[in-house]
């Protein structure tokens, strides 16, 4: 499946007439890493493939992911191809609580996942309750990628994913510590992590409540 994958993410880059080099330049991928992962037979990152559908919008996200359909949305649907078709990975679940083991392997959609009017990237499954009532153990959670720290709202929800969790919390800022991140819940201690440990920060734009 890895090299399937790996050889559509070629056919896109052939297409937009793009070499390794300058894909890696458009993607925001390190040429070396781009080069592992579509030649060299490496795991296919999720980071490469938000990339790819974000910077081409025409290419559709059940082609790229699954190889389903044609690779490019009908000119009616590409603009909205990721709003209408969003990847689900329920082997993925996000710890409202304890942290559990991060396993980066495992980034394959199980599905997808479609909500009118909202403009999730991703979706997730939740465990554990430190979030209620806001958030219950079962619910789905659809996310949005922040692109920078300084953009975190305290008063808003977010997934936050280190090399050992994914955890979803509100953030603030140390007043003393600007290496330092507070995550706080309303049923679990607050406590902190360096900000050098984040590998990526989503916020938490949709919930859908489990029946």
């Not at 040429?31 to 990152?45: D, F, H």
């Amino acid at each position: 499946m890895n090299k399937d994958l790996s050889n559509r993410i070629l056919q896109v880059l052939k297409y937009k007439n793009l070499s390794v080099n300058s894909a890696s330049k458009v993607l925001g991928i390190p040429q070396r890493t781009l080069n592992r992962q579509v030649n060299e037979n490496a795991k296919v990152g999720m980071e490469l493939l938000y990339s790819v559908l974000d910077n081409f919008p025409e290419v559709s996200v059940p082609w790229l992911v699954m190889g389903r359909g044609d690779m490019l949305c009908d000119e009616s649907s590409s603009s909205s191809s990721i709003l209408n078709c969003v990847p689900y990975y329920s082997e993925l679940p996000v710890a409202a609580g304890l942290k559990d083991t991060f396993d980066p392997s495992k980034e394959i959609p199980t599905g997808y996942i479609s909500v009118p009017q909202c403009n999730a990237q991703f979706y997730f499954p939740v465990y554990g309750t430190s979030m209620e009532p806001e958030i219950h153990s079962g619910d789905i959670i659809g996310v949005n990628r922040v692109e920078s720290m300084r953009d975190i709202d305290p008063d808003k929800i977010y997934m936050i994913v280190t090399n050992e969790s994914r955890m979803i919390k509100r953030c603030y800022h140390d007043k003393d510590n600007n290496e330092l991140l507070w995550c706080v819940s309303p049923n679990y201690p607050s406590f902190t992590i360096n900000k050098n440990d984040v590998c990526a920060i989503f916020h938490v734009v949709n919930r859908i409540e489990q029946l």
